[in-house]
């Protein structure tokens, strides 16, 4: 089946380092999801990329859809303390498959240290 | 707003009980699916329901019994838990199709001993 994988598995920065997050993907994706899990808690949605070589920002956060829409990454610059957390990509195949399951990257889990 | 309600959001299981993890949502989408979350394996994804009446496997289905009689509910029924199945779930809904972001639940935390 589908798979996603997702590196670095852990990531400890020092507060103002700079952090980022890679997904990589065998076959074509539709698109592509991020997800942020803060510690004990549920993921939550933070962004959808459709397009090939889509780049989408929010604040500090800078997400890219590859050109051949078989990878991904989340940029975070300058890391706070609020960025703790376990990041996912997630992603549904091209249509002609299953497009409805939603399948999820092992995640990265963010430290920082104050 | 609630969302997607799960509940319990603990349990103590002995070996061989059953039971059911309950999911609702009340924002009317079509799209529900139950993860699992382990150390290190990321969101394995159990069964997910296209619509009422409808659902299919994921990635490890096995164990896990789902149904669909409505659009709000999508109950997960341990048939005969393992200490294996000892884990964190996690029920999510998404719009018609599958598309758009995925709602999470608050999860359940389920230990079988």
């Known amino acids: 089946g589908q798979q996603v994988m997702q590196i670095p598995q852990y990531q400890h920065v020092q507060e103002g380092e700079d952090f980022t997050t890679y997904c990589n993907s065998s076959?074509?994706?539709?698109?592509i999801q991020w997800y942020k899990q803060r510690p004990g808690g549920h993921p939550v949605f933070l962004i959808q990329l459709v397009k090939s070589g889509e780049v989408k920002k929010q604040k500090r956060l800078t997400f890219q859809f590859g050109e051949a829409k078989k990878n991904s990454s989340l940029h975070i610059t300058a890391t706070q303390t609020t960025d703790v957390g376990t990041y996912f990509c997630a992603s549904r195949p091209v249509r002609g498959g299953s497009n409805y399951k939603l399948t999820f990257g092992k995640g990265t889990l963010l430290t920082v240290n104050p | 707003n609630a969302g997607v309600t799960q509940t319990p959001k603990f349990q103590v299981l002995k070996t061989g009980q059953s039971m059911t993890l309950q999911c609702a949502q009340d924002?009317?989408?079509?799209?529900m699916s139950w993860y699992r979350q382990d150390p290190g394996m990321g969101l394995r994804l159990i069964h997910y329901?296209?619509?009422?009446?409808?659902?299919d496997q994921g990635e490890v289905p096995n164990g896990y019994n789902v149904s669909r009689s409505t659009t709000e509910d999508f109950p997960l029924r341990l048939l005969s838990a393992a200490p294996s199945q000892t884990s964190v779930y996690f029920c999510a809904s998404s719009l018609t199709g599958g598309r758009g972001e995925a709602f999470f639940g608050q999860g359940t935390r389920l230990t079988v001993v």
């Open positions: 924002m009317n989408h079509e799209y």
């Open positions: 076959t074509t994706l539709s698109n």
């Open positions: 329901s296209v619509g009422a009446g409808i659902t």
